[in-house]
């Protein structure tokens, strides 16, 4: 099957984009290209709604660049949507009909419905939050949308934007004026009392966009943050407050210098910070989180849903991401199911015998971390682990928060104690004392799981562990692997890592493999 490519054009209040995807035979979406121009149409509308023939012309510039491009890419299927300010436009069918004269492009409005829809659909069938409320703030309007379960619940869209909010509150002052922040703030406010279902709602806001992206960016730099990439990043509101401080306590001059912050944003910057601190303490929010699927994922994800007899799940996205990503990197699926059954059947006998105590979250992390066991063989094969520790950890996974994808990252790439405490070194304080030995020990089972397929055949057919009451014996522990076939690559391999497995036994091992076919 030949890889699909998908263009999408944005034409949005702020900015113009180009985003061209490429859909593979598994469904996985990759971006191939993402241009964009600061058009900032909303600011050729007149009093009375109208565009200008300047940003009609800004307008078709730009798409007349951006479709030259997509013919080069092999564009299958084009989707050419247009937001806030061509909606807002008294005469936006004119100006449809100019682009399509000049650009063969039939341009699509989207209403306010609609750009609230994507942008949250996005979020909904890429993150794994239950309940939320979305923001998509862009140049001229600012879409919210309540879902609960998963299901959109309410949602509505507001008539203004970073671009509107700097011309109405900002003009001819500078960026970081106290009382025009003061002024807008009251004013941003007085907006959201309108919505009855909003008050204390009490659940995680989701950020959408380019502004959203941009604020958590100039967190994560603050910080030093370890790992790469912002969707399913999270900040507290103190973090956001402190983030927005930052930038309303520096000149505008020197913002162009602020790790994280784009150029194209920092006189925008403060319009979009404000509207995200007033609406987190309006509805009593629990975290503020950054989503970097937004709506140009969301037209395409429900594309896809809607041409591949919906390929894209709401309410088990894990588990489509692990086998998403298995088969990009071609582990193999018959290896990775037996590390599945055989970490689990140790797991259970560990548990049994009241030697470890797993609860379900992990217990899940430990199928998916065995079905990328040591994906990074894909890249090199001396240097596995660490690979797979770097591409796991630093991928966007769609439905795992951050430190899920650095529990999968330790528990996929485990190889020995050492370099579980070098990778776990630059998040030593994400995870508590406690649980960084259970991680430990995750990891040293599914190593010894791979040890006892080493061949990946499957030869192995059922294991028992008995703890010997002899004093006289060695060893406290007798493992007995049940096998059908050839096992002299997994007795080497087991006797050679039951390091792994006396780690989490507290103690030694011994361990007898017999026969199916002498029981």
Do not use: C
């Not at 964009?36 to 007349?64: F, H, N």
């Not at 430990?366 to 066991?373: E, G």
């Amino acid at each position: 099957m030949v890889n699909q490519r998908i263009g999408l054009i944005d034409v949005g209040s702020n900015t113009i984009r180009l985003v061209i995807f490429e859909i593979d035979q598994n469904q996985t979406i990759t971006e191939l290209q993402n241009i964009k121009t600061p058009a900032r149409l909303v600011q050729y509308l007149d009093t009375d709604s109208t565009m200008s023939k300047k940003g009609i012309d800004v307008l078709v510039a730009a798409l007349e660049s951006f479709t030259e491009i997509a013919e080069r890419y092999h564009i299958e299927t084009m989707i050419p949507v247009a937001t806030a300010a061509i909606r807002r436009s008294k005469n936006a069918k004119a100006i449809l009909k100019t682009v399509k004269s000049k650009t063969d492009l039939a341009l699509r409005i989207l209403n306010e419905e609609e750009e609230a829809f994507y942008g949250n659909y996005a979020v909904r069938h890429t993150m794994d939050i239950r309940d939320g409320v979305t923001i998509d703030i862009g140049g001229g309007s600012t879409e919210l949308t309540l879902f609960k379960d998963k299901q959109v619940v309410d949602s509505h869209s507001f008539p203004f934007g970073v671009v509107s909010l700097k011309k109405d509150f900002f003009e001819g002052k500078d960026h970081n004026d106290k009382k025009a922040i003061e002024k807008a703030r009251k004013w941003v406010k007085e907006q959201f009392t309108t919505l009855d279902w909003l008050p204390d709602v009490n659940v995680p806001l989701i950020g959408i966009g380019g502004s959203a992206r941009n604020l958590a960016d100039v967190h994560q730099r603050q910080h030093d943050y370890p790992i790469a990439g912002i969707h399913g990043y999270t900040m507290s509101g103190n973090e956001l407050e402190e983030t927005f401080d930052l930038i309303a306590d520096t000149s505008l001059k020197q913002l162009s210098k602020l790790d994280g912050l784009n150029e194209d944003r920092k006189d925008i910057i403060i319009p979009a910070g404000l509207v995200f601190l007033e609406l987190f303490d309006f509805m009593d929010s629990t975290e503020f989180a950054i989503s970097s699927r937004g709506l140009r994922e969301g037209l395409v994800i429900d594309y896809i849903n809607r041409t591949d007899n919906q390929p894209y799940e709401l309410y088990d996205i894990k588990r489509q991401t692990v086998e998403r990503m298995a088969k990009r990197y071609h582990v193999r699926a018959i290896g990775a199911y037996q590390r599945i059954l055989l970490s689990d059947r140790l797991l259970n006998l560990l548990k049994d015998k009241e030697i470890i105590s797993v609860d379900e979250a992990h217990l899940i992390l430990v199928h998916y971390a065995a079905s990328l066991y040591y994906l990074g063989s894909y890249i090199e094969d001396d240097s596995k682990s660490q690979h797979t520790f770097y591409i796991i950890s630093n991928s966007n996974l769609h439905g795992f928060n951050h430190q899920d994808r650095v529990r999968l990252a330790l528990l996929a790439s485990y190889k020995n104690k050492s370099l579980f405490h070098q990778y776990i070194k630059t998040v030593d304080d994400w995870f508590s004392e406690e649980e960084k030995e259970t991680l430990l020990h995750l990891g040293s089972i599914i190593k010894f799981a791979e040890a006892l397929n080493d061949s990946h055949v499957n030869l192995v057919k059922d294991i028992q562990l008995f703890k010997n009451k002899d004093k006289n014996i060695e060893d406290k522990y007798e493992l007995t692997v049940t096998y059908n076939g050839d096992v002299v690559t997994e007795k080497y391999r087991a006797n050679k890592h039951k390091n792994h497995l006396e780690r989490v036994l507290g103690d030694t091992v011994h361990i007898t493999f017999k026969s199916e076919s002498d029981q």
